[in-house]
């Protein structure tokens, strides 16, 4: 079984049952339109790797879109269950440096536990910092299907704006 993967511009992220909104909830869904404004994700045509436009109203709920998005793009996460928790944060001088270090966070966090991610709660994100819980579970490949490695977020490309109330940001993955 290969990674769950929409054709790219289809929209993917939490939905209202499963917390997709913010920086809470389970990985995967469509496009989320609640209280807090539009939030989600999706992938972008790359020649080479993955890359991937995220969005959300603030920049707890980007980073949560965000880190959904690269764990997605590793492994089976609808069938991920959250019994354990890890801990990442990340530091950087701008919004950007800071997301793309959290990602890496995220990333290093899958790749050095034996552990697959189905769920990430952002506890804070600002231009300078961030923190967050995921949860999830060792990783069982009968149940989980073969993990893709994703070496990397990278600076390549990266762009975040604002526009319409909402940031947006598209990040490209090293496969």
């Known amino acids: 079984m290969s990674p769950r993967r929409g054709p790219p511009g289809r929209p993917r992220g939490g939905d209202a049952e499963d917390g997709g909104a913010g920086g809470?909830?389970?990985?995967?869904?469509?496009?989320?339109?609640?209280?807090?404004?539009?939030?989600?994700w999706t992938e972008v045509e790359h020649t080479a790797d993955v890359a991937f436009r995220a969005w959300a109203p603030d920049l707890s709920g980007l980073f949560g879109e965000c880190a959904r998005a690269v764990l997605s793009q590793m492994a089976d996460v609808a069938r991920v269950e959250p019994m354990r928790g890890v801990a990442v944060e990340a530091s950087g001088p701008?919004?950007?440096e800071t997301l793309i270090r959290f990602l890496n966070e995220v990333l290093f966090a899958s790749s050095s536990g034996g552990l697959v991610f189905g769920a990430v709660e952002v506890l804070e994100a600002t231009s300078t910092g961030a923190s967050a819980r995921l949860s999830g579970e060792p990783y069982d490949p009968s149940r989980h299907g073969p993990l893709t490695e994703v070496k990397a977020a990278t600076y390549h490309g990266?762009?975040?704006?604002?526009?319409?109330?909402?940031?947006?940001?598209?990040?490209?993955?090293?496969i």
């Open 24 to 40: 809470g909830g389970r990985v995967g869904g469509s496009a989320q339109k609640g209280g807090r404004g539009d939030a989600g």
């Open 94 to 96: 701008s919004e950007l």
């Open 158 to 174: 990266a762009q975040l704006r604002r526009s319409g109330g909402l940031i947006e940001v598209t990040i490209i993955l090293d």
